[in-house]
């Protein structure tokens, strides 16, 4: 039997994070939950260990260089050399353009595309040293443009580029880059979205459901199975690719 592998998973304290921890885990990974606090990482890490997983809650800014590090650290003592890695971290700060501030655009700037750099750096060097590695990045159907969200279709435009590019550097050394690309899905961050235009939110996810071919919206399960692929021992020919989990296709 080969040695347990370990992951971290940002953002993963609620929504697509945390279904992508859990899978990892029921998947024999030791996962380790990171999010901004410990605290909010708790009910994830419960969840895995009463299921029967291995956990371990981590607090990080990852837009924060000595923050990612000393967290790496704490992963790599506590359960083992991170080798797969899932760049789940995000916020919104949705505006116009003519109504977005510096502040707005930075912060989506430094939590998905800084936040992205600073953990995948860091973990480079276990995966290399280890010869195998994943990583997989969340991107978005805003990538392709979305009113509102010039600084979230900017970013997450930027993690594709940036996924394409690690595939390159690093798949000489048994590792790949992946970015899964989600469509509507049902979480805290869509609610929040629901209320932001005044909508009640089962009509919010009816109306999002009418626009999409299988006629339903997505949930965090949906994209957790994408990255239970791309993080597998049988996803080693498959790098610098973007998949779009979106109930249909997308250009």
Known sequence: MSERKTAIVTGAGRGIGAAVAARLASDGLAVAVLDLTEESSADTVAAITEAGGTALAVGADVSDEESVTAAIAKVT???GAPTVLVN???ILRDNLLFKMSVGDWDAVM???LRGAFLMARGVQEHMVAAKWGRIVNLSSTSALGNRGQS???????GMQGFTKTLAIELGKFGVTANAIAPGFIQTDMTKATAERVGMDWEEFVKANAEAIPVKRGGVPEDIAHAASFFASEGA???SGQVLYVAGGPRD
Do not use: Q, T, W
């Open 88 to 90: 789940n971290a995000g």
């Open 77 to 79: 003592s506590d359960l």
């Open 151 to 157: 600084n979230y279709s900017a970013a997450k435009a």
């Open 236 to 238: 080693g020919f498959v």
């Open 110 to 112: 430094g939590v998905h």
